[in-house]
């Protein structure tokens, strides 16, 4: 299997509810983010949460990280209809050019969520 | 600020013809990333640029592939002689000069590739 699954690979929920989402990794990592994809868009940023930090919020958004696991999971709280989107974590390696952190990116291989009205 | 623009957003090309894809970074940014998509998978990386560098080119396919990032002028991702199997979304994305926040990605629209 790949660096970064998420599973589930699909998931059909109602607005209002909450949905969860989760990343495995097989290597050790800088970093794990979280990504959303409209359909045929590009991806959006949505979070970073670094491998010495455990949980990280933002608005709607709550993420975890367990490194002795290596996996991560995505909250999304109160969904709304227009939440409906592809979600992807990503990794980067401990590797770097120059010593420094690039974006050399490992993605899953997504989460498709469907938020229903 | 315009974010990272590509062109084209829809390529055609039949088998053997060669396909030219073009992105800008956004502004301010001056590292490049290419990553390319096959239908219901993540992506995958190919390379990345600085302006007139190759750093890391792991990801590409050994031939018929090539990517650059000119002193002026967009970066180009180049594909000879295409086949079916290169069908498929190619993301360009742009980061900040290295250190902190320079693998948060800003991605572009993408640009989607059909070889008939």
Not at chain 1, 92 to 110: E, P, R
Not at chain 2, 20 to 31: I, V
């Amino acid at each position: 299997s790949q660096q970064g699954e998420e599973d589930p690979q699909a998931l059909s929920i109602q607005e209002g509810e909450n949905a969860t989402m989760n990343c495995s990794y097989k290597t050790s990592i800088n970093n794990l983010q979280w990504y959303r994809q409209n359909s045929g868009r590009g991806l959006v940023h949505l979070i970073l949460i670094r491998s010495n930090e455990r949980e990280k919020h933002s608005g709607r958004l709550r993420v975890t990280l367990d490194t002795s696991k290596k996996s991560s999971s995505l909250l999304i709280t109160a969904s709304r209809a227009a939440d409906t989107a592809s979600y992807f974590c990503a990794t980067d390696g401990l590797l770097s050019a120059g010593g420094t952190s690039y974006g050399k990116l490992t993605f899953g291989q997504g989460t498709i969520l469907t938020v229903h009205p | 600020n315009a974010g990272v623009m590509q062109n084209p957003r829809h390529l055609v090309r039949r088998r053997g013809q060669e396909a030219r894809l073009r992105c800008s970074p956004m502004k301010g940014h001056s590292h490049v990333y290419w990553y390319r998509q096959l239908p219901e998978e993540g992506l995958k990386f190919m390379v990345y640029l600085q302006k007139e560098n190759i750093i890391d080119e792991s990801g590409m396919p050994k031939e018929r592939f090539s990517a650059e990032f000119p002193k002026e002028g967009p970066s180009i991702l180049r594909i000879q002689q295409v086949v079916r199997g290169d069908s498929a979304a190619y993301f360009c994305a742009s980061s900040p000069r290295g250190g902190p926040g320079a693998n948060v990605l800003t991605f572009g629209a993408g640009s989607r590739l059909t070889v008939l």
